[in-house]
């Protein structure tokens, strides 16, 4: 981010004008029925895979200990749960957060550059948080990192 206050305000002035009260509403609505389906998709592997034990989750009654190779296993499997509830996790935070922009007129708004996010790529991804460029340059980052 390297833009001064007075840069963000001429962004957020231009950019309300950008989008019409019923895009405003239509990016709302499509924000939070993601935000109702991934918090039940959040819920559901919580419930089904984090909060049960190995031995409910193998349906073992018997008190006789795991197989390695089932161990194994049931340590995969927590671990990739819990690696998809990490990603929805943060995919709802990335929601609340385009919903408190679009409250503030900040949405779509490259938090980088503060270039305009194309309405095309918001469609796409309502929560999307940088422009295809600034999005593009972090990944190249990540990767050389």
Request: proline residues 1%; contains cysteine.
């Amino acid at each position: 981010m390297d833009y001064s206050q007075k840069d963000l305000e001429e962004a957020v002035k231009k950019n309300r004008k950008r989008f019409s009260k019923d895009e405003i509403d239509k990016f709302r609505e499509l924000l939070l029925a993601m935000r109702t389906k991934n918090a039940g998709d959040l819920e559901h592997l919580e419930k089904d895979s984090l909060n049960t034990n190995q031995r409910d989750a193998s349906g073992d009654l018997s008190g006789y200990s795991f197989h390695m190779a089932d161990m194994a296993t049931d340590n995969f499997d927590r671990e990739f749960t819990l690696g998809l509830a990490s990603n929805e996790q943060k995919m709802l935070n990335d929601i609340d957060v385009a919903l408190r922009k679009l409250d503030d007129g900040t949405y779509g708004l490259c938090e980088k550059t503060l270039k305009p996010i194309t309405k095309k790529r918001l469609l796409a991804v309502p929560y999307a948080r940088l422009c295809i460029e600034a999005q593009e340059m972090e990944e190249k980052e990540k990767r050389k990192g």
